[in-house]
């Protein structure tokens, strides 16, 4: 299958270069990037990675089909990740922080931004470590790679192609039943104690997988909560 697919070896970010360019770009087209010059990550954190060691891409997203899934996109799209690592790469300890990043064996492997104009497109933007071997500085999260995890540097061209044609099956044909169903194989937060703010009030409790929306089930105090996307989430001790 021809996928549309723009390299750089240099942009500022590939969402925003999607975002400039959502127009004239095709539904489902891959963006990616060796290297950018002014990342983004959730929350306006910088997302930096060295120049042609890991994976930053985004997917643009026009068709309707998906577009009306918004509030499932980021889980989505981290559910296929994780799934390419898990069962193509043949990695251990993969797992899915609700909603949006991909852990292995506990370290944050990818994080997933997700932006856009509805009803127009969406841009999903993908960050995974790929062949970094430390990572200095100050992060929220430890990050690790493939390479750290595994001891093997890979190709970044051909997994490109691999998890580009991977992505496009996963989020344009999966049946949410299925990614429902694979969820708790992936679950991050399952039984940890969490703290999350919704409308800006502090809820704790135990997280318990997720609803049939996708929604995270939280066991508070005053009983079983449903949260939708978009939560900062703080593992308590
Ligand atoms: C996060 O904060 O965890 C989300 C990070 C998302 C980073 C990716 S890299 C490719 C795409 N372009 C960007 O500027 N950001 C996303």
Redesign the pocket.
């Known amino acids: 299958m021809d996928l549309q697919v723009h390299r750089f070896s240099s942009i500022d970010?590939?969402?925003?270069y999607c975002k400039r360019n959502a127009e004239s770009l095709g539904d489902f087209c891959f963006v990616w990037a060796l290297e950018?010059t002014?990342?983004?990550?959730?929350?306006q954190?910088e997302?930096v990675?060295p120049k042609g060691e890991n994976l930053?891409?985004?997917i643009l997203i026009k068709g309707q089909d998906l577009l009306k899934k918004k509030e499932k996109l980021s889980l989505f799209a981290a559910m296929g990740v994780a799934s390419f690592l898990r069962d193509e790469l043949a990695l251990e300890g993969v797992a899915v922080k609700w909603p949006?990043?991909v852990y292995i064996k506990g370290k944050?492997a990818a994080?997933?931004?997700l932006e856009g104009q509805l009803p127009s497109y969406l841009v999903i933007?993908?960050?995974l470590n790929v062949n970094q071997a430390s990572f200095k500085g100050q992060y929220r999260v430890v990050p690790t790679s493939v390479f750290i995890e595994t001891g093997k540097q890979v190709d970044l061209a051909s997994l490109s192609e691999k998890l580009f044609l991977f992505l496009h099956d996963f989020l344009s044909k999966k049946e949410e039943a299925r990614i429902l169903e694979d969820y708790p194989s992936f679950d991050y937060l399952k039984d940890k104690r969490i703290s999350l703010f919704e409308n800006g009030s502090e809820i704790k409790g135990i997280a318990q997988g997720i609803d049939g929306d996708f929604s995270l089930l939280l066991q508070t105090k005053a009983g079983l909560k449903s949260i939708h996307s978009g939560e900062v989430i703080t593992l308590l001790g």
Do not use: P, V
Request: charged share 25%.
């Open positions: 970010s590939t969402n925003a950018q002014a990342g983004k990550g959730r929350e954190r997302w990675s930053l891409f985004s949006n990043d944050k994080g997933i931004l933007g993908i960050g």
